[in-house]
Structures are given as structure tokens and as C-alpha cells.
């Protein structure tokens, strides 16, 4: 069974803290992305990987930065947390020859206090 | 205005019933038209995946694109309590998905 996994399902950090989500995907799969999910607002993209150490923007990157030192990890880092990045953060990754097919982790809960 | 519009709801059918969600959409590049449905708690998961305009079948679902008027839909028919879910419309013209907001729908038994 195919398998986007995420380090925590909740997180509780406090403003300012270094916050790091972590991604993990078993199916060999060359794009990876970052969203985060807020109610009226939908999912929005933050960062995606289409290959190991190469990142582009999404929508919002500003407050994040993003990792893929191996192909099967991305992770996503905020610098200095802050309350509104309190969100439902969803990794999600590809192939890419299935643009549209993407396989989501089950979300990160992150309360930022 | 934002690239993929879609109701909120939400909508609340009885069992049974023939459901119709739909999106509209502004990006004339978008080449791949995809469902996903969510269920609370959970990352969104694929349900349906059309490259073209017309109509794909799968099993009580279809889903239906019309690039001339940038309309997609989605029909559920005989709709069950375990259709309970969110629905996010999405184009893509590369490696980046635009999602709708999604329409949140009840089944009730």
C-alpha cells in the first residue's frame, strides 16, 4: 500500500520556536509538495520539489523554507513560528508523468502559541 | 479572483440521492482535471482524474469537464452515508494544482 507518511499528527509550539515538519513518501516519486489547509480558504501550496535539492515557491513560501537532501523526504521548516501559521500542514507527493495524481500524508495539526 | 471557484456548501442530500457538485475555473492552461474527496481528518485522497473535456465513469461516480464554458462537475448517484465527505475540485497545467475550496456534503440516512 502506497504510503505519504508525516512526523506528527499534532503539534503544539510556541511563537517564535523553530518548527520542523517532516515528510516521508515510499513510492519512488520525483515531486513532493507542501500545503496547508485553512477553513474558507482551502488548500494552498506553499513549496514543492520536483527532484533532490531543487525547490520552488508556491502561493505562500513567505515564513517557510524547505529541505530535500534525499528523495524520499521533504521537510518543511518554519524559521520563527508565529500564530498565523497555525494550520493543517498536508505533504503530498507525485510522479512525474501523474501531474494531477497526487497522494497526501494524513496532516500535521500545528497550534502555534 | 481566485483560479478555481467552488460552492462551500454545505449540501445535505438523503440517501440515495443524485448528488452534483461543480467548479468553475479561469486558467485557460489547465490541461488535467481532478477530483479528491476528504474525509474529516484525513489528507485528501484522488477520486477521479480527466485530461479532457467530456465525461469519465467510475463506478456511481462521474465526472464531466467542459473546457469551452471552464465548468467541471461531478455527479454521485445512489449516493451513500460513507459518500459523507469533502470535495475538492482541482486543474493543473504542470506541476502545480489549483484547488477549489472544496463543498462539504451529507449523506443522511
Known amino acids: 500500500d502506497v504510503k505519504v507518511t508525516q512526523s506528527s499528527r499534532y503539534l503544539v509550539k510556541r511563537t517564535g520556536e523553530k518548527v520542523f515538519l517532516e515528510c516521508v513518501q515510499d513510492m519512488d516519486h520525483e515531486n513532493m509538495f507542501w500545503y496547508r489547509q485553512d477553513p474558507g480558504l482551502g488548500l494552498r501550496l506553499i513549496y514543492f520539489?520536483?527532484?533532490?535539492?531543487?525547490?520552488e515557491k508556491g502561493d505562500i513560501p513567505e515564513g517557510y523554507s524547505v529541505s530535500r537532501e534525499k528523495k524520499e523526504r521533504f521537510s518543511l521548516i518554519l524559521e520563527s513560528a508565529s500564530t498565523n501559521q497555525t494550520s493543517m500542514y498536508l505533504c503530498?507527493?507525485?510522479?512525474?508523468?501523474?501531474?494531477?495524481?497526487?497522494?497526501f500524508g494524513p496532516g500535521t495539526r500545528l497550534t502555534v502559541l | 479572483q481566485k483560479e478555481v471557484e467552488q460552492d462551500p456548501g454545505p449540501l445535505s442530500v438523503p440517501e440515495g440521492a443524485i448528488v452534483s457538485l461543480n467548479c468553475t475555473y479561469s486558467n485557460s492552461a489547465f490541461q488535467y482535471f481532478m477530483w479528491y474527496r476528504q474525509y474529516s481528518r484525513k489528507g485528501p485522497e484522488l477520486l477521479m482524474y480527466t485530461y479532457s473535456s467530456g465525461n469519465k465513469e467510475d463506478g456511481r461516480f462521474t465526472a464531466q469537464v467542459d473546457k469551452s464554458s471552464k465548468y467541471i462537475s461531478l455527479f454521485i448517484r445512489d449516493s451513500q452515508p460513507s459518500d459523507s465527505a469533502t470535495y475538492l475540485c482541482a486543474g493543473a497545467g504542470s506541476y502545480q494544482l489549483t484547488f477549489g475550496k472544496g463543498t462539504k456534503l451529507s449523506v443522511i440516512p
Open positions: 520539489s520536483y527532484d533532490v535539492k531543487m525547490k
Open positions: 503530498a507527493s507525485s510522479s512525474s508523468g501523474r501531474v494531477g495524481e497526487q497522494f
